[in-house]
Each structure stands twice: as structure tokens, then as C-alpha cells.
């Protein structure tokens, strides 16, 4: 199994990625199709977590094949759902201004003042699942962020499911497929 990670593509796609905080997908799809599905190693090029100069050379690339991708319904957690479980992770913008989020340390998080229109969308993350709380009674997304595993649960966040679109999770979704 080889560990990917986003590095090669926040330092080398230029087509609208500004940064590790966007939330805009088409353009790092983009960018793999353009490079024709290959996508560098974590051990040749370990995330930094900021943008930085791109590297093409002394690489270990592997190659992933075509990937397409699909914008989800926007707010719709359902459709979000039945997308998960079609085509697995899925990629989406978050509403990451709270510091609720921001220092995250477990738990199902929700936070009733957080945005969920389109345009309140910062940071990029992906879910990687869902569950339940039996003790709180509460669905909740399993969402992979991209601040380190000293962040949220071992780098995880629990955010709160059916719950009005907590924080956008629905507002910028994109499923992806290797074909």
C-alpha cells in the first residue's frame, strides 16, 4: 500500500489551488488528469502543509489511472451519504472559522453558529466514513483533516450528521473514481 498525500498538488497545481486552505477540487482533478493519473509518494514528497515550490524531479511517482470526479447535490447530506457508499471518500470545503474546529480535540462536534452556505467554504477535507454515538444518540460524518494527527482525534474529526448541513459539509462535496 503506498501513503498519498496532497503536497504535489498544492505546490505544483496552479489552475485555481491558491493554497492548503482552499476548498476548490476541479482544479487538483485536473492537475492528476494532466499528469495523467500518477501522483507522487508520501515518501518522496512529504506533505508540509503549506504551499510550496514544485518539485519535479527525484520523485517516486505512482500511477492512480483516469480519475473523474461528480459535484454532489449541494446541502444535501443524503445525496453526500449514498455517494460515500457508491464511491467511497469524498472530498469537500468546510466552514473552518471556528475555533470550536480550529482546536478540536474530540468528541461529535457541532456548532450552531458555524455557516453552511457555499461561499463560507475555507478549508479542504475528506470524509472518510460515518458512525453513530449510542451515548449521545447522534449520527456523525468521520472527517480526515490535513492538520497533523496532534489535531482532533489522532488527526480526525467527528462532526455532527443530519444536523442542517453542520458547517457546509453538504455546501462543496465532490466524489472521485479511478477508472
Not at 9 to 19: H, P
Not at 26 to 36: C, D, E, I, N, R
Not at 162 to 174: E, I, L, Q, R, Y
Amino acid at each position: 500500500m503506498h501513503l498519498l498525500r496532497p503536497q504535489q498538488i498544492v505546490d505544483c497545481s496552479s489552475d485555481g489551488n491558491d493554497d492548503c486552505n482552499d476548498d476548490d477540487f476541479p482544479p487538483s482533478v485536473s492537475y492528476l488528469s494532466a499528469k495523467g493519473g500518477k501522483i507522487a509518494t508520501e515518501a518522496s514528497y512529504p506533505y508540509g502543509g503549506k504551499k510550496d515550490l514544485c518539485r519535479e524531479s527525484g520523485i517516486n511517482e505512482i500511477e492512480l489511472g483516469n480519475v473523474e470526479y461528480a459535484e454532489i447535490s449541494v446541502g444535501d447530506e443524503n445525496k453526500l451519504a449514498e455517494a460515500f457508499t457508491n464511491n467511497g471518500p469524498i472530498f469537500i470545503g468546510l466552514n473552518a472559522d471556528s475555533e470550536l474546529f480550529m482546536f478540536y480535540q474530540s468528541g461529535v462536534l457541532k456548532i450552531d453558529s458555524c455557516r453552511n452556505s457555499p461561499e463560507h467554504m475555507n478549508h479542504a477535507v475528506v470524509i472518510v466514513g460515518h458512525g453513530y454515538d449510542e451515548g449521545l444518540k447522534t449520527p456523525y460524518w468521520i472527517i480526515k483533516n490535513s492538520w497533523g494527527t496532534k489535531w482532533g482525534e489522532s488527526g480526525y474529526l467527528r462532526l455532527i450528521k443530519d444536523a442542517g448541513n453542520m458547517c457546509g459539509v453538504a455546501s462543496s462535496a465532490f466524489s472521485a473514481k479511478l477508472t
